[in-house]
């Protein structure tokens, strides 16, 4: 079926490029991100930061503003590919690195035992971009104690029901105007979903340009990066809180319009009809030689891992979501993110 073109499709194009170049596809091509710098030295956990800076470059490529969703989409793949390489099984971690993009447990027990020609059939339908009641798609809604509430990165399956669930936000500018409300907004959803789902590892993510470090927002910028801290130190809310500060040249055009994102919360809620949710964006297929050329044409993103305080740092979030689950869970769970856990290189 032909693919319409959209600022998503083509960003989905490319981040799955990404994705594929650094791993063969399979959970076992994934690096294992655990080390240790001795025999008997402490357990580390490495993130895969080139990832993570070609994914924030598909943005300022296609020039995708913040309402397309785009730029805040770097981030869940970034994530969602973190835990693959950690370990958790990558059909279960949403959004999976192709569509759909959500997959329930119980559709991926069934195509593992279908036949050739059945599997011809459920692929052509789950591939289709169709949501199907939004069982299968680009978003993952869930009911909190109090509301529905769309989440980034999601692990769930039937059985266990949410075992992940972490949200990420992005700012890239308007910080005066919009700092307050993104980070208010988020500690109200930890308490609504803490409330439903206590035994899952509950996580947020935050993207604050680097410009927010310049003289005239610093005060901002310390303010929000104080009250980040402090969102992950209540048991009812969130177990870990992460920091990105990605940094790249003004000679880069900035994306057009502001710095709001494309989540509607009563459309989450099923309130209000989503005009798009009948479909998922679907990535455009393009050869592999054209992908190849476009990535090499993306902006750099550096990252200023410097100024992050040690509790917010990647290199603490993810471990901390990882232990959780895996502490919260029989010991024949998860059995690889075990299995890479323990066999953590020097």
Same mark, same amino acid.
């Given at each position: 079926?032909?693919?319409?073109?959209?600022?998503?499709?083509?960003?989905?194009?490319?981040?799955?490029?990404?994705?594929?170049?650094?791993?063969?596809?399979?959970?076992?091509?994934?690096?294992?991100?655990?080390?240790?710098?001795?025999?008997?030295?402490?357990?580390?956990?490495?993130?895969?930061?080139?990832?993570?800076?070609?994914?924030?470059?598909?943005?300022?490529?296609?020039?995708?503003?913040?309402? %397309?969703?785009?730029?805040? +989409?770097?981030?869940?793949?970034?994530?969602?590919?973190?835990?693959?390489?950690?370990?958790?099984?990558?059909?279960?971690?949403?959004?999976?690195?192709?569509?759909?993009?959500?997959?329930?447990?119980?559709?991926?027990?069934?195509?593992?035992?279908?036949?050739?020609?059945?599997?011809?059939?459920?692929?052509?339908?789950?591939?289709?971009?169709?949501?199907? %009641?939004?069982?299968?798609?680009?978003?993952?809604?869930?009911?909190?104690?109090?509301?529905?509430?769309?989440?980034?990165?999601?692990?769930?399956?039937?059985?266990? &029901?949410?075992?992940?669930?972490?949200?990420?936000?992005?700012?890239?500018? %308007?910080? &005066?105007?919009?700092?307050?409300?993104?980070?208010?907004?988020?500690? &109200?959803?930890?308490?609504?979903?803490?409330?439903?789902?206590?035994?899952?590892?509950?996580?947020?993510?935050?993207?604050?340009?680097?410009?927010?470090?310049?003289?005239?927002?610093?005060?901002?910028?310390?303010?929000?990066?104080?009250?980040?801290?402090?969102?992950? /130190?209540?048991?009812?809310?969130?177990?870990?809180?992460? +920091?990105?500060?990605?940094?790249?040249?003004?000679?880069?055009?900035?994306?057009?319009?502001?710095?709001?994102?494309?989540?509607?919360?009563?459309?989450?809620?099923?309130?209000?009809?989503?005009?798009?949710?009948?479909?998922?964006?679907?990535?455009?297929? +393009?050869?592999?030689?054209?992908?190849?050329?476009?990535?090499?044409?993306?902006?750099?993103?550096?990252? /200023?891992?410097?100024?992050?305080?040690?509790?917010? %740092?990647?290199?603490?979030?993810?471990?901390?979501?990882?232990?959780?689950? +895996?502490?919260?869970?029989?010991?024949?769970?998860? /059995?690889?993110?075990?299995? /890479?856990?323990?066999?953590?290189?020097?």
């Amino acid at each position: 079926m032909a693919v319409e073109r959209s600022l998503k499709s083509e960003a989905w194009t490319l981040f799955d490029r990404i994705v594929e170049r650094a791993t063969g596809g399979e959970l076992q091509d994934y690096s294992n991100p655990w080390n240790r710098e001795s025999e008997e030295g402490p357990l580390r956990y490495n993130p895969d930061y080139d990832v993570l800076q070609q994914l924030l470059g598909v943005p300022l490529l296609l020039q995708a503003a913040s309402q %397309s969703g785009v730029p805040a +989409l770097a981030l869940d793949v970034w994530t969602a590919y973190e835990l693959r390489r950690a370990g958790f099984e990558p059909d279960l971690v949403w959004p999976r690195a192709n569509p759909p993009r959500i997959l329930p447990s119980t559709l991926v027990a069934l195509r593992r035992e279908a036949t050739r020609e059945q599997l011809r059939v459920l692929d052509a339908m789950l591939q289709s971009g169709k949501t199907y %009641s939004n069982e299968t798609g680009a978003n993952a809604n869930i009911l909190g104690k109090n509301y529905v509430k769309q989440v980034d990165v999601v692990m769930s399956a039937w059985s266990t &029901g949410p075992e992940i669930m972490i949200s990420t936000k992005r700012m890239d500018s %308007s910080f &005066g105007k919009n700092a307050a409300n993104r980070v208010e907004e988020s500690y &109200g959803d930890a308490k609504n979903l803490r409330s439903r789902h206590p035994q899952a590892a509950l996580g947020f993510l935050y993207s604050l340009r680097s410009t927010a470090l310049t003289p005239q927002f610093a005060d901002i910028a310390a303010w929000i990066i104080d009250l980040l801290g402090k969102l992950g /130190r209540e048991d009812d809310a969130y177990d870990a809180v992460c +920091l990105v500060i990605p940094d790249w040249s003004d000679e880069v055009p900035p994306p057009p319009g502001g710095d709001e994102d494309d989540e509607d919360p009563l459309v989450s809620a099923g309130v209000q009809a989503d005009a798009s949710a009948e479909e998922e964006p679907l990535p455009l297929p +393009l050869p592999e030689d054209e992908l190849d050329q476009r990535l090499r044409t993306l902006p750099h993103v550096g990252l /200023r891992r410097d100024v992050v305080p040690a509790n917010l %740092s990647p290199e603490v979030f993810f471990p901390t979501i990882v232990n959780r689950v +895996l502490d919260n869970s029989p010991v024949n769970f998860h /059995r690889e993110a075990r299995l /890479r856990r323990e066999q953590a290189s020097v």
